[in-house]
């Protein structure tokens, strides 16, 4: 089965620790997104990587480090300098972000989920 | 940065009607889904649609890039279409796809 794969599906933690996401896809993707989204609101953009060892700042990564060691794995870090990190997290891929804009090579689809809370 | 808005911010509906939800955005696009986030939190994609008509099943999306809006219509609505309906643009220039969201419609449809 090709996809995007999440874990945990929940996570509880407590205030000053930090926690590592998990993101893996098999789709053979180039490109890999962490988004959050807050009760009652759309996603937005946390890292993007659009190649293995590189990875960019989104509109709201302070609180927030990753790594793209492998093309296949996304890590996510919350760390303890995020100051509201309870919501819910998503990973996406896209197929290759070298192609025209309008390609449908830049449709992203979305993992499951991972719920943080923190205690 | 690129605006999206989406309206109705709700819609409650009967089984079997049929309903148009819409996605404006401030600014010209490189592309553009709509998504349908189902109870569990799973983002399901729709349609990739940067411009022109698409249908698949009950469903269709039209977007008219030139006057920064998109469409999605369902028709003859079920209860499993309840959930919430996303649209998102990308507008960013450069090598790197940045998907902007909106903040999505809560479609009820009651059996």
């Known amino acids: 089965d090709g996809g995007i794969t999440q874990s945990p599906k929940y996570l509880f933690r407590k205030e000053g620790q930090n926690v590592t996401l998990s993101c893996e896809q098999n789709l053979n993707h180039d490109a890999m997104y962490w988004y959050r989204q807050d009760p009652g609101q759309g996603l937005r953009l946390i890292y993007y990587s659009q190649i293995v060892n590189d990875f960019q700042k989104g509109d709201i990564a302070e609180g927030y480090s990753v790594s793209r060691e492998k093309k296949e794995s996304f890590p996510l870090t919350v760390t303890s300098a995020q100051k509201n990190p309870t919501a819910f997290y998503l990973c996406?891929?896209?197929?290759?972000?070298?192609?025209?804009?309008?390609?449908?090579?830049?449709?992203?689809?979305f993992g499951p989920g991972t719920r943080l809370t923190v205690l | 940065g690129i605006q999206v808005e989406q309206s109705p911010p709700d819609l409650i509906l009967q089984e079997g009607a049929n309903s148009t939800l819409r996605c404006n955005f401030s600014?010209?696009?490189?592309?553009l889904q709509w998504f349908h986030q189902n109870p569990w939190g799973q983002l399901i994609n729709l349609f990739y649609i940067p411009s022109g008509t698409k249908q698949n099943g009950r469903l269709s999306a039209t977007t008219v890039a030139t006057e920064r809006y998109s469409l999605l219509y369902i028709s003859s609505s079920q209860t499993t279409d309840s959930g919430v309906y996303f649209c998102?643009?990308?507008?960013?220039?450069?090598?790197?796809?940045?998907?902007?969201f909106g903040s999505g419609t809560q479609l009820t449809v009651l059996p």
């Open positions: 996406a891929s896209s197929p290759n972000l070298w192609r025209d804009l309008q390609s449908s090579y830049n449709e992203q689809f």
């Open positions: 998102a643009v990308d507008s960013s220039s450069g090598s790197a796809r940045q998907l902007t």
């Open positions: 600014d010209s696009v490189n592309n």
